[in-house]
């Protein structure tokens, strides 16, 4: 394995997930309602997906990208109505603010498949992630070993990402209050709600 190319692809993961948008938010939020192991699970949920669509561009899956490309539309029209409604069950959620028992958490895989879900519906990454990889390894797609290689430092960066950040945020659960849980919740919401409303907005002015 090159492990120069690893730990450049693990930096690539990480650069990728830290900037917070609404699923760092989503994230966040998760943890300090349902603790770090549904908040953990719910990054990993962007990690596959960023692995996904690393696995494209290092692979070379010309054929497969130009499919997403052309659904990029009614994908991401449908994320914003996601994003909307995740943002409307976190408003009607908040009133309850206080950090959920065990038995009142998401399951995990309901956790994962949403975050899942609303990473992939924004198939423009795609793009993004073919100029990186042409960057940081151009001309890979016929040497299997070292696309893998890339992958999985792009999976690994990322779930190292969410790790730290369900972790931070585990931390501060331990000292919030009912009354700052509930601000955080419904402002969860409302920015949730922005990002659904700008998504749209740009779909309707393309």
């Known amino acids: 394995m090159d492990f120069a190319l690893l730990g450049r692809s693990v930096l690539m ?71 909307a409604w995740m943002a409307w069950q976190l408003w009607r959620g908040g009133a309850a603010a206080k950090p959920a028992a065990a038995g009142e958490r998401p399951g995990a895989w309901a956790a994962y498949g949403s975050v899942l879900a609303l990473t992939l519906s924004n198939p423009m990454t795609i793009l993004s992630f073919v100029a990186i990889f042409a960057g940081l390894g151009g001309g890979m797609a016929n040497d299997g070993p070292a696309a893998g290689t890339m992958v999985l430092g792009v999976a690994l960066g990322s779930a190292a990402w969410w790790l730290l950040l369900a972790l931070g945020m585990a931390v501060l659960r331990e000292r919030i209050t009912a009354a700052w849980l509930l601000a955080i919740n419904r402002l969860a919401a409302l920015v949730l709600l922005g990002f659904a409303g700008w998504q749209l907005a740009r779909l309707a002015g393309a």
């Open 13 to 83: 993961g990480l650069s990728i997930a830290a900037p917070v948008g609404p699923i760092g938010l989503l994230c966040m939020q998760r943890t300090l309602q349902h603790g770090p192991r549904i908040g953990f699970v719910s990054g990993l949920g962007a990690a596959s997906a960023d692995a996904l669509y690393g696995a494209l561009g290092a692979f070379g899956m010309v054929g497969v990208t130009a499919v997403f490309v052309a659904l990029a539309q009614p994908l991401a029209a449908a994320g914003a109505l996601f994003l």
